[in-house]
């Protein structure tokens, strides 16, 4: 899937084009209209607060169509070692004042979380951990985040692809069982596996942009393994776009997390068969709503189908566009915060009288048929 | 005796879900009634009448004249008959067969066999990624059965497998036989890197070593033992796979990130 | 608007009424027979048992865990992809919508989520929104929280701890508070694995009694209507019957809530080490006049346990069905989400059930003993209909008892229990007593002013079809069930209490947050803004 580093280019592209401003009342019909009419309606992009997301899944129910968001391979690969096996998981407050050892896994989380380090205090021992010390481990890391931590780390460097047998070795290794390395190499995983071992209370920390969803099971079973003698947990930080807080919300309104279809009226969840971009792509669905109110970001397909774009830009890929407010900025939202790791209040930091999601939503919904009102 | 055969009047518009169709699930419709059996998955679904010409027959044998990667699901929880596919089908053909025959012409897509426990399923052409692997949210793939693939297979070849005989003809993708509980793999051709990660038990011959995981462990030259029985049983079946199967093997034993007694076998 | 719901046998253990009558009902209250006024609109409830609608003072229906549990078994849903058809969890609905209407088909009308983490309190309230027809209440976990264990540990007195209490209250916007294996989740951030009433958490010198003390005073110091809700130490063990003895003792004669009492009523006797301890701990019970407690039955079902009790969910990782898991180190507390299978062909499950059953009939008291499974830890809450039969029916439970492992009936006294509870009895188990539990006096009840909260149920001798499907339901007065079928679906209030306390507690506490956490707090708060339904709160209030 394109990442959001190719979007402005796109964006630029897009933006000349842009459909001709219309009222807002005009354009929530006319997506009535697109999204009632097709035989597969795709909610799309479902980048939304929780206000956003339980209405973009209850049009999806209205129009028997398909919720999807924007990183849901993430989502589903942080699902992965939830549905089939053990998983271990904390919060960044005790990651913050009770780990004495901190593992960070793969590439990428600076950029996913520019405050990282400061948010879990990386500097300082443990205020919970009366007189322990931190020991900060980085496996795969790119060079300038470890460097820019502002803490003293252990690391191991290893490419993408490398992350999962390596996670493999310790895992091996801190149960006891045989792996094939040099001397040195093996001294290496030894040390890493007794360091995690040693730990009072660890935590393993990553996310699904980092590792390929193989490794971040190996992860889990890692941190699972290591519970057999001491305690450690794992913080992964998530998908953008609020798909955190977009799965709790599938959860409790359809049962499911995105990548889930009304089409016989019940909720169905297939990861594969309900991929907005394959749905789109393969021509299976024949209209989309794209919503982005967090970062203007376009659709992922290339192939042509009646289009409505709900963002907090400009983008005009598609027949109507509607700007939406940001959450937290232009109007008060809930939302995953990576801070806290749980819905999480956010006041509108400047507030604006961009409209909302989900009161976009609500307008179309008014305008499908049989719609009472 | 003649066959049912369902004749594809022209590419659907959307996925067709065909489990409806199995010797079991239409033994007692007439043929008036099968026309009308809903099989689209989209709020206005197709009809069997919309999709297919009907020539009635035997119900125990099924024919599909012409196929489509939009055919979902076929002889899926099968328990007896034939079901022979002359085309190419869609995601998890097969899925959950307990007995029976399943003979596709041409390529399959994903989930190919997913969680089948019994039966013969044999696919002429390519399979997708996931073959015999559980859906999301299982934790159990293949749980019994042959599984023939003439052509490769895709990714994680027998994810999550529990039991069975799967022989994959031209070759696999990556990580095949991907967390397996137990059970057999055969691949006939080359494979990707990291087969049998985070495997349990099980086998995995392959004709030569990709890359592995330094959890894996050479074992030296493993005795003939049941290799050659599965040579044999394989033999009329899959001559490519049962030749594989009749060399001297080394062995290679893993994942020793998890359980560690699986094992991957290649000449030696 | 003047409703009359006619010729039904009307139980209401509150205004003595054991009679054949009617109901009448204006304006969403329970009103006497109008005098010389027609009713708008007439309701036939003849051969229908009439009585109030019922209340579930704990029951796990939503919050960050329930979530979990439902994104953690897809494969339970009813629509999962193609297969299974259906499953057990799939008959609870699994969402926020189908939570509430199955309750309402059932006669429910009020019901209590008992376990919501202080930092979790948002993510229930916002799915509790979304859950229709039924009332709603939260019970706030403390107990495994370093505010609270450090202050302890610092000796301050009851009236700060008290505060504390008052003031998450007030945040979580709770009806009570609860304590989960005091302690025992800080403990095992200490890599303790087994922690029982007078083991000391490490760091802090503290005993799961002393913090369950704390929270009792504070719960009897802030008035509150509803006792400190308590989850014991060592759920699940065999022998656990001496600690909940030990912990009834440990109450001090102060009013206490025991949660799903069966899930401690275990015994080391016989061949398995596994036993039946239910007469004893029920004779405990029926001594113990300042204790009540809920059952939390066990049905066989496929389901899945929730529960903030890290260290058991730990252990019970072991014996997953299927073999999933997840293990939460939260902030202020913990928690653990394991699926499980009850089978009837286990000995094991087969003796918990059979426990539960003994707990309920030999507790004397119904106005003591209350009606759960735990949802859905002891099996999800549309099994409610046939333990209504199991209890009213001695028959029944021979039948079932006949069908279990060999040994299980030895082990236990429920073939020998005759009793068989009366509707009077069930109106006072669902309806009134908890409404005097949970401090709600406008409900549990039909005398006149009274919120309309009214079940009437077709009498049929299955007593499981009879209680599977209301004939009709209303909610404050407006009929949202008919023949079973939902026919309105409003949405319902939440209820809180809000005991006072000194305001200088706030600042103290902004100040923790902002040199531990390095947050603000009211990151953690339920803002008006937050909430789709913000009006939809109601109060209940503190004791005289
Ligand atoms: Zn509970």
């Known amino acids: 899937?394109?990442?959001?580093?190719?979007?402005?280019?796109?964006?630029?592209?897009?933006?000349?084009?842009?459909?001709?401003?219309?009222?807002?009342?005009?354009?929530?019909?006319?997506?009535?209209?697109?999204?009632?009419?097709?035989?597969?309606?795709?909610?799309?992009?479902?980048?939304?607060?929780?206000?956003?997301?339980?209405?973009?899944?209850?049009?999806?129910?209205?129009?028997?169509?398909?919720?999807?968001?924007?990183?849901?391979?993430?989502?589903?690969?942080?699902?992965?070692?939830?549905?089939?096996?053990?998983?271990?998981?904390?919060?960044?407050?005790?990651?913050?004042?009770?780990?004495?050892?901190?593992?960070?896994?793969?590439?990428?989380?600076?950029?996913?979380?520019?405050?990282?380090?400061?948010?879990?205090?990386?500097?300082?021992?443990?205020?919970?951990?009366?007189?322990?010390?931190?020991?900060?481990?980085?496996?795969?890391?790119?060079?300038?985040?470890?460097?820019?931590?502002?803490?003293?780390?252990?690391?191991?460097?290893?490419?993408?692809?490398?992350?999962?047998?390596?996670?493999?070795?310790?895992?091996?290794?801190?149960?006891?069982?045989?792996?094939?390395?040099?001397?040195?190499?093996?001294?290496?995983?030894?040390?890493?596996?007794?360091?995690?071992?040693?730990?009072?209370?660890?935590?393993?920390?990553?996310?699904?942009?980092?590792?390929?969803?193989?490794?971040?099971?190996?992860?889990?079973?890692?941190?699972?393994?290591?519970?057999?003698?001491?305690?450690?947990?794992?913080?992964?930080?998530?998908?953008?776009?609020?798909?955190?807080?977009?799965?709790?919300?599938?959860?409790?309104?359809?049962?499911?997390?995105?990548?889930?279809?009304?089409?016989?009226?019940?909720?169905?969840?297939?990861?594969?068969?309900?991929?907005?971009?394959?749905?789109?792509?393969s021509g299976e669905a024949d209209a989309a709503l794209w919503i982005d109110a967090y970062g203007d970001e376009p659709p992922p397909w290339t192939r042509k189908v009646p289009l409505v774009t709900l963002t907090c830009g400009d983008f005009g890929g598609g027949l109507v566009h509607v700007r939406a407010g940001r959450p937290g900025v232009d109007h008060d939202c809930v939302e995953m915060a990576i801070e806290t790791g749980v819905l999480t209040p956010r006041a509108a930091s400047a507030p604006s009288a961009a409209p909302r999601v989900d009161a976009i939503i609500e307008r179309i919904m008014a305008h499908l048929p049989g719609s009472c009102a | 005796m003649k066959p049912l055969v369902f004749t594809l009047r022209s590419e659907p518009v959307e996925r067709l879900d065909l489990s409806a169709l199995t010797p079991a699930r239409l033994s007692d419709l007439s043929s008036a009634a099968i026309e009308k059996l809903a099989i689209g998955t989209t709020q206005r679904p197709l009809r069997v009448g919309d999709v297919f010409r009907l020539r009635d027959g035997d119900r125990?044998?099924?024919?599909?004249?012409?196929?489509?990667?939009?055919?979902?699901?076929?002889?899926?929880?099968?328990?007896?008959?034939?079901?022979?596919?002359?085309?190419?089908?869609?995601?998890?053909?097969?899925?959950?067969?307990?007995?029976?025959?399943?003979?596709?012409?041409?390529?399959?897509?994903?989930?190919?066999?997913?969680?089948?426990?019994?039966?013969?399923?044999?696919?002429?052409?390519?399979?997708?990624?996931?073959?015999g692997a559980p859906l999301v949210g299982e934790m159990e793939g293949i749980n019994g059965g042959v599984v023939i693939v003439r052509g490769r297979a895709g990714h994680r070849a027998c994810d999550r497998m529990r039991r069975g005989l799967v022989a994959v003809e031209k070759g696999a993708g990556e990580y095949a036989g991907s967390r397996m509980i137990a059970g057999t793999l055969v691949v006939a051709g080359p494979v990707g890197g990291f087969p049998g990660t985070m495997m349990r038990r099980g086998t995995i011959i392959m004709p030569a070593l990709p890359e592995i995981a330094p959890t894996f462990l050479d074992c030296g030259a493993t005795p003939l033992g049941f290799t050659a029985l599965y040579a044999t049983s394989l033999a009329a079946r899959s001559p490519r796979a049962a030749r594989l199967l009749r060399r001297a093997l080394r062995r290679f034993g893993g994942d020793t990130a998890t359980l560690g007694k699986g094992e991957l076998l290649v000449p030696a | 608007m003047i409703v009359r719901i006619s010729g039904g046998h009307v139980v209401d253990p509150l205004s003595g009424r054991n009679e054949t009558g009617d109901v009448w009902i204006e304006d969403g209250k329970i009103v006497a027979p109008p005098q010389g006024q027609s009713a708008d609109a007439e309701y036939d409830a003849r051969n229908c048992l009439v009585m109030a609608g019922a209340i579930d003072i704990h029951s796990h229906i939503a919050g960050a865990n329930v979530a979990t549990a439902r994104l953690m078994l897809p494969e339970a849903h009813a629509a999962y992809m193609a297969r299974p058809a259906q499953t057990q969890l799939a008959a609870a609905g699994w969402t926020a919508e189908e939570t509430g209407r199955r309750y309402a088909r059932m006669g429910f009308t009020t019901v209590v989520e008992p376990a919501v983490s202080p930092h979790l309190a948002l993510h229930a309230h916002l799915e509790l929104s979304d859950i229709p027809i039924i009332d709603k209440a939260v019970l706030a976990v403390l107990g495994n929280d370093d505010y609270l264990l450090s202050a302890l540990r610092k000796g301050e007195g009851a009236t700060a701890v008290a505060d504390y209490v008052a003031l998450t209250l007030q945040a979580t916007r709770a009806l009570g508070v609860k304590c989960i294996n005091a302690g025992g989740a800080m403990a095992f951030k200490e890599n303790v694995r087994a922690f029982s009433l007078d083991d000391v958490v490490p760091q802090y010198g503290l005993t799961s009694r002393q913090i369950m003390e704390a929270l009792q005073d504070a719960a009897v110091k802030l008035k509150l209507a509803h006792p400190l809700h308590l989850h014991m130490n060592n759920l699940g063990l065999p022998g656990n019957v001496e600690t909940a003895i030990a912990t009834i003792d440990a109450a001090r004669g102060l009013p206490l809530h025991l949660?799903?009492?069966?899930?401690?009523?275990?015994?080391?006797?016989?061949?398995?080490?596994?036993?039946?301890?239910?007469?004893?701990?029920?004779?405990?019970?029926?001594?113990?006049?300042?204790?009540?407690?809920?059952?939390?039955?066990?049905?066989?079902?496929?389901?899945?346990?929730?529960?903030?009790?890290?260290?058991?969910?730990?252990?019970?990782?072991?014996?997953?069905?299927?073999?999933?898991?997840?293990?939460?180190?939260?902030?202020?507390?913990?928690?653990?989400?394991?699926?499980?299978?009850?089978?009837?062909?286990?000995?094991?499950?087969?003796?918990?059930?059979?426990?539960?059953?003994?707990?309920?009939?030999?507790?004397?008291?119904?106005?003591?003993?209350?009606?759960?499974?735990?949802?859905?830890?002891?099996?999800?809450?549309?099994?409610?209909p046939e333990i209504f039969a199991l209890l009213t029916s001695r028959d029944r439970r021979a039948e079932w008892l006949a069908s279990l492992p060999k040994g299980v009936a030895e082990t236990t006294t429920l073939g020998s229990i005759r009793r068989e509870y009366t509707f009077e009895e069930l109106a006072i188990m669902t309806r009134a007593a908890p409404a005097k539990l949970l401090g709600m006096r406008d409900r549990g009840s039909l005398a006149a002013g009274a919120t309309a909260d009214v079940a009437v149920y077709g009498l049929h001798k299955d007593r499981a079809k009879m209680f599977a499907a209301a004939r009709y339901l209303f909610k404050d007065g407006a009929l949202v069930?008919?023949?079973?079928?939902?026919?309105?679906?409003?949405?319902?209030?939440?209820?809180?209490?809000?005991?006072?306390?000194?305001?200088?507690?706030?600042?103290?506490?902004?100040?923790?947050?902002?040199?531990?956490?390095?947050?603000?707090?009211?990151?953690f708060s339920v803002p008006d803004f937050a909430l789709p339904r913000p009006q939809a709160f109601g109060e209940v209030p503190c004791l005289a």
């Open chain 1, 1 to 281: 899937m394109p990442r959001k580093a190719k979007s402005s280019a796109r964006k630029s592209a897009a933006a000349p084009k842009a459909a001709a401003p219309i009222d807002i009342d005009a354009a929530c019909k006319l997506a009535a209209t697109l999204l009632s009419a097709a035989r597969l309606p795709v909610i799309a992009g479902m980048g939304a607060d929780v206000a956003g997301a339980r209405a973009a899944i209850r049009l999806a129910r209205a129009t028997h169509g398909v919720y999807d968001h924007l990183a849901s391979a993430e989502i589903m690969a942080e699902l992965e070692p939830l549905r089939r096996a053990r998983r271990f998981a904390t919060t960044p407050d005790e990651a913050r004042v009770r780990a004495d050892c901190l593992l960070f896994v793969g590439a990428g989380l600076v950029q996913r979380w520019p405050e990282i380090g400061a948010r879990l205090a990386v500097g300082a021992p443990p205020a919970l951990q009366r007189g322990r010390a931190r020991k900060i481990v980085w496996l795969g890391g790119d060079r300038a985040d470890v460097k820019g931590l502002g803490a003293e780390v252990d690391a191991l460097a290893a490419a993408r692809r490398d992350m999962g047998p390596l996670i493999g070795m310790i895992r091996a290794r801190a149960m006891g069982r045989p792996i094939k390395a040099e001397k040195s190499a093996l001294r290496r995983i030894d040390s890493l596996a007794e360091t995690f071992k040693a730990a009072h209370f660890g935590v393993a920390i990553s996310s699904a942009a980092a590792l390929d969803p193989l490794a971040l099971e190996q992860l889990a079973g890692l941190v699972e393994d290591l519970n057999a003698t001491t305690r450690f947990s794992s913080l992964l930080l998530g998908p953008r776009a609020n798909g955190a807080g977009v799965t709790q919300a599938g959860a409790w309104v359809a049962g499911f997390p995105p990548r889930t279809g009304f089409c016989s009226g019940e909720a169905e969840h297939d990861p594969w068969r309900f991929d907005a971009r394959r749905l789109i792509e």
């Open chain 3, 259 to 384: 949660a799903h009492l069966q899930f401690y009523a275990y015994g080391k006797e016989g061949g398995r080490a596994f036993s039946s301890a239910a007469a004893q701990l029920a004779e405990k019970v029926n001594a113990s006049p300042h204790v009540t407690v809920d059952i939390g039955q066990v049905m066989f079902s496929d389901t899945v346990t929730i529960s903030l009790d890290v260290l058991r969910q730990f252990t019970g990782l072991k014996t997953a069905r299927p073999r999933k898991g997840f293990i939460y180190d939260g902030d202020i507390n913990s928690a653990g989400v394991v699926p499980y299978s009850y089978k009837r062909s286990d000995f094991f499950n087969a003796v918990q059930w059979a426990c539960g059953l003994e707990l309920f009939l030999l507790i004397d008291d119904p106005w003591r003993v209350f009606f759960t499974t735990d949802h859905p830890n002891g099996a999800p809450f549309t099994v409610y």
């Open chain 3, 481 to 523: 069930v008919r023949n079973g079928e939902i026919v309105h679906a409003p949405y319902g209030r939440t209820f809180r209490a809000t005991p006072g306390f000194d305001r200088a507690i706030e600042r103290r506490l902004d100040r923790y947050y902002t040199s531990l956490y390095g947050l603000k707090r009211d990151l």
């Open chain 2, 60 to 131: 125990s044998v099924i024919r599909f004249s012409g196929g489509s990667s939009r055919f979902d699901r076929i002889a899926m929880a099968m328990e007896s008959g034939v079901i022979e596919v002359d085309g190419m089908v869609g995601r998890e053909a097969g899925c959950g067969m307990r007995g029976g025959a399943l003979t596709i012409s041409g390529a399959a897509g994903d989930y190919a066999a997913s969680g089948a426990r019994g039966g013969a399923i044999e696919i002429g052409g390519d399979c997708g990624d996931f073959l």
